[in-house]
């Protein structure tokens, strides 16, 4: 839930916009990297958003894709590969693929936005939240709405998610005026459109601030898209070019 009594969740309570680095800034630094995190924070973010994935044995570790090869350029898949054997693999810029722990405890004040890329992940990704009580900095989500549930069943109602396509949908229609049921997630989080289909329009924001969520609209790389989002009214932008980003943001002032 967005509030927990009254509170809103530490995560979406911040100045907005609220700037996310996604994935760290990968178009400036190598994705998913600590490098690339490590950029993000030196900018000045609070907010990154990243992707997990899980070894064979269970640790999850930052990773987008399900394989190998356009990171590192080797063959393999990120499931099949120990923690042991993955540890020694590295992106073709030479850095080490980081364990969500490791970027946990790495910067204790960043909120990090979260999506499990596999079912895999789940149950380690929420293990690994549990164990650096970061409750209140994460965010997270999935295309597969069941992974979401999961995660909301493994962590309890302190958990801050945003929706897959049915929630989407649901707060989509509210704007048009279809009585469907209140939001329960704190955050939605979207592209600008969706198969030709503009989602993120003015209807939407009002519905979605009507019902106290916050709209988070991802991947926006160019000046002119950003300053249009931020003229409807969204909450927060992620970004692959944090630099530009932070520029468009100190250049409208508070």
């Not at 936005?113 to 149950?123: P, R, S």
Request: aromatic share 6%.
């Amino acid at each position: 839930m967005a509030r927990t009594m009254g509170r809103l969740h530490p995560f979406l309570d911040h100045p907005r916009p609220i700037a996310f680095a996604h994935r760290g800034g990968s178009l400036e630094v190598e994705e998913n990297t600590m490098s690339a995190f490590a950029h993000a924070v030196a900018l000045g973010y609070s907010h990154v958003e990243t992707d997990v994935q899980a070894t064979r044995d269970g640790v999850a570790v930052i990773f987008h894709d399900d394989d190998l090869e356009r990171m590192t350029g080797e063959r393999g898949r990120i499931a099949d590969l120990s923690w042991n054997e993955l540890s020694r693999r590295c992106t073709k810029g030479g850095e080490p693929i980081p364990r969500l722990d490791e970027l946990l405890s790495a910067w204790p004040g960043l909120r990090i936005n979260l999506e499990a890329k596999a079912d895999a992940a789940v149950e380690p990704m929420a293990a690994a939240i549990a164990r650096a009580d970061a409750l209140d900095r994460v965010c997270v989500g999935s295309f597969e709405a069941r992974r979401t549930a999961r995660l909301r069943s493994l962590l309890g109602p302190g958990l801050l998610w945003s929706p897959a396509h049915a929630g989407v949908l649901s707060l989509w229609l509210r704007g048009w005026g279809v009585p469907t049921p209140r939001p329960d997630f704190g955050a939605v989080q979207v592209p600008t459109h969706h198969k030709g289909i503009a989602v993120v329009t003015p209807r939407l924001v009002r519905a979605a601030h009507a019902a106290g969520v916050q709209v988070h609209v991802w991947t926006v790389d160019e000046a002119a898209e950003m300053e249009r989002l931020l003229d409807l009214g969204v909450d927060g932008l992620m970004s692959d070019r944090p630099t530009l980003l932070k520029e468009v943001i100190a250049r409208r002032g508070p």
